[in-house]
């Protein structure tokens, strides 16, 4: 069982609050995944990081942004949340070399009215 | 660009039943596959894993098959059982870039 954390759980939101959504991982990982997701549908990666200071942008066009200031800690923050925003939200990590099994954590489900 | 894609959106099959979900990818550069299971309300967990040197490999009650020629995965779930009901993603990973997911397949378990 890997340990990886978010917080919240779920969030209701109204259009253009900011919001960030926690992540936090024990394991010491080095690398760490931010995917969007709607229920049932594939996994998109929005951002991802290969170690403190290191970000980058995924595959899918986002408007959140992240940061990597601890190894531990990978928030993602939505400066004015929309509608579209309205999602489930996984983070995930994995250790630094070899084989990227990543390890990924219960998901934030965000609802944005 | 390369992508991992699942041939069936979804999948029933009875309980007691082996279950057989196929993955097609696309990089045959792909160093190695993961099996992941995502139960509803839940972060996919990992399943199984198999390099791109086998063409085998078993688990507890899981057979992940490869073939290279024509760039296939499978998982083989034997005596398919109600808690097996679950979305199931296939992933390849190449050197140190994250790992390209497929569409994924529901199973569902009929009892």
């Known amino acids: 069982e890997a340990d990886i954390y978010q917080t919240p759980r779920y969030l209701v939101i109204g259009t253009g609050k900011k919001i960030t959504l926690e992540c936090s991982q024990t394991?010491?990982?080095?690398?760490m995944y931010w995917y969007q997701q709607d229920p049932g549908m594939e996994l998109h990666l929005i951002h991802y990081s290969y170690g403190v200071n290191s970000t980058e942008k995924g595959d899918l066009s986002s408007e959140s942004t992240v940061s990597r200031i601890r190894t531990e800690h990978f928030p993602l923050t939505l400066e004015s949340a929309r509608p579209s925003h309205t999602s489930q939200y996984l983070c995930?990590?994995?250790?630094?070399?070899?084989?990227?099994?990543?390890?990924f954590g219960p998901g934030t489900r965000l609802l944005v009215l | 660009g390369e992508s991992v894609g699942l041939h069936l959106p979804t999948l029933s099959v009875q309980e007691g039943d082996n279950s057989i979900i196929n993955c097609a990818y696309s990089n045959s550069a792909s160093d190695y596959f993961i099996w992941y299971k995502q139960e509803s309300g839940k972060g996919p967990q990992f399943i199984i894993d198999i390099r791109s040197n086998m063409d085998k490999r078993q688990g507890q009650r899981v057979t992940v098959l490869l073939n290279k020629t024509v760039k296939h995965l499978s998982l083989q779930i034997a005596a398919t059982q109600p808690g097996d009901s679950a979305v199931y993603f296939c992933a390849e990973g190449s050197g140190n870039t994250p790992l390209v997911f497929g569409k994924g397949t529901r199973l569902s378990v009929i009892a």
């Open positions: 394991m010491g990982h080095d690398k």
């Open positions: 995930a990590s994995s250790e630094p070399r070899g084989k990227e099994t990543q390890y």
